[in-house]
T-cell receptor
């Protein structure tokens, strides 16, 4: 079975550019989570969706960050404009919901110069 | 904060020894989960223990949960160099917070050959 798929795996961009991260959850999972991991702040939940609807976006740091889930098999996290402090590893995870086990993707390592 | 807190932050042992990591949390939970993260990878689910359970085993892993003390422990027996990783506890809350997990900062385990 394919796990959670994220793309790209690595992204290097310059400050001010738009960055789009993509995620394909496990088929049949109805909850999707976007996390950011840094040495300073650890693992932070940015936003999560249930049945394609955003439930909690309180972790989204600024208006520069936006996330969408147009259908059950695809989600995007966009940063526009990007800044050096956005450099981090961004993980997508999916689950069957209800606080059950989450399955993480391999992450996107973002470096903003 | 609803986040779990792992203790110790770092643990260094020899192969064959047992490793014990602890997690404390502050609110009522539905379940508590442990995850492992190898360097440069996504988190991988290890074990889930529900609030009405006290102990659970999976291979060389043993997890205990004491809801009166709001704490959990993860024991890895007969550790191997391949167990070197960061270990995170995550709690699933009740009520309105059900759906998301609250991750701690993790324990970095190093197992020396």
């Amino acid at each position: 079975d394919a796990g959670v798929i994220q793309s790209p795996r690595h992204e290097v961009t310059e400050m001010g550019q738009e960055v789009t991260l993509r995620c394909k959850p496990i088929s049949g999972h109805n909850s999707l989570f976007w996390y950011r991991q840094t040495m300073m702040r650890g693992l932070e939940l940015l936003i999560y969706f249930n049945n394609n609807v955003p439930i909690d976006d309180s972790g989204m740091p600024e208006d520069r960050f936006s996330a969408k889930m147009p259908n059950a098999s695809f989600s995007t996290l966009k940063i526009q404009p990007s800044e050096p402090r956005d450099s981090a590893v961004y993980f997508c995870a999916s689950s069957t919901g209800g606080g059950e086990t989450q399955y993480f993707g391999p992450g996107t390592r973002l470096l903003v110069l | 904060s609803q986040q779990g807190e792992e203790d110790p932050q770092a643990l260094s042992i020899q192969e064959g020894e047992n490793a014990t990591m602890n997690c404390s949390y502050k609110t009522s939970i539905n379940n508590l989960q442990w995850y492992r993260q190898n360097s440069g990878r996504g988190l991988v689910h290890l074990i889930l223990i529900r609030s009405n359970e006290r102990e659970k085993h999976s291979g060389r892993l043993r997890v205990t949960l004491d809801t009166s003390k709001k704490s959990s422990s993860l024991l890895i027996t007969a550790s191997r160099a391949a167990d070197t990783a960061s270990y995170f506890c995550a709690t699933a809350g009740r009520g309105s917070t059900l759906g998301r997990l609250y991750f701690g900062r993790g324990t970095q385990l190093t197992v020396w050959p």
